[in-house]
């Protein structure tokens, strides 16, 4: 598989599961939510899912709303997609607070340690969930 089709493969896989997700994300927050796909580096998906629960429960207690994760079954080479709303630097900041309480890295030094652990990953910024007819009327605005 060239690289375009194992693009074009990953962009409508993620856009499916984004549009099943960002529905349920609309109970929870509307607005924008940051899609993180990941590939785990081999051997090291034990270690991958631990370091983001324990980061997720920091940003819990911080106030950040919860991660929708799913897990890949089939298709394309991505081994988990998570889906969060967006939020703010204060519950960053508390976040980063609680996690160096809990002993676990921050800043800089959490990236090189989480990169260690993934082969690849991108994120991206969306804006819903809403609906098609919705997007047709923002798009007829002025």
């Not at 081994?79 to 996690?99: R, S, T």
């Not at 340690?113 to 082969?119: G, T, V």
Request: negative net charge.
């Amino acid at each position: 598989m060239n690289r375009l089709t194992h693009a074009l493969c990953v962009a409508l896989a993620s856009t499916a599961l984004l549009s099943t997700s960002l529905c349920s994300l609309a109970q929870d927050q509307a607005g924008t939510a940051i899609v993180s796909i990941y590939r785990v580096a081999p051997g090291k998906h034990r270690a991958f899912l631990k370091w983001m629960a324990d980061r997720e429960a920091a940003a819990k207690e911080a106030g950040a709303p919860a991660t929708k994760w799913y897990r890949h079954l089939d298709g394309d080479s991505w081994d988990y997609l998570a889906i969060a709303p967006d939020h703010n630097e204060a519950i960053d900041n508390k976040a980063d607070a609680i996690a160096k309480q809990r002993g676990l890295t921050t800043g800089m030094r959490s990236g090189l340690e989480l990169r260690e652990l993934m082969a690849s990953h991108t994120d991206t910024i969306a804006a819903g969930p809403v609906t098609a007819a919705e997007m047709v009327e923002e798009a007829g605005q002025p």
